[in-house]
Structure formats: structure tokens, C-alpha cells
């Protein structure tokens, strides 16, 4: 996945900057309210602290999808952060 992500459809639309960032955060907090991840967001949604059951696991900043976890790992793609949560992966 691109740094910069978003679906396809979102480039047929003809959308402007803002309104993409817009729809990356909304995409972003919906994907993981319903995967049961707790996030807190920052910066008028620019970043977001992610959480495990109990401890703060990484930042993420959705409109550009990097990643950096606690455990020093940096990736990119709201799908690796969701399975590094989920499943404790080391390697993404």
C-alpha cells in the first residue's frame, strides 16, 4: 500500500486534499472501532495513539499510514497495524 492510501473510487471522484485526509481519518476510525482496537485520537485526527488491552502499542497517522510501534518497528497500512494488534505480529 502506497504512503499516501486510499480506495480507487475515491480517485474517480475528484476529490480535493482536504476532502481525501477527511475521508482517510473517518476510514480509519471506523476500521477500527469495528476491530475492537481503542485508539485516542491527537491533532484534529492527524494522529491517533493505539491501544492493546491494557498499554499503548504504536502511533499512527492515517493520512499518510505510517506506523510506529512501541517496540521500535515502523511500517505503513492501517491493514499491518490492525494485525500487528491483533496477532502480536513481529515482523510486518
Known sequence: MPSCYYPKEWAEE???RSE???R???HAKNLLT???IGFEIKNIGYHFIIFDEHDKVADFWP???KVHTTSGLK???INNLISYVKGGVEDV
Open 14 to 16: 475528484n476529490l480535493s
Open 34 to 36: 469495528s476491530e475492537g
Open 20 to 22: 481525501i485526509k477527511t
Open 75 to 77: 511500517f505503513t497500512g
Open 24 to 26: 482517510q481519518i473517518n
Open 63 to 65: 493520512t499518510s499510514g
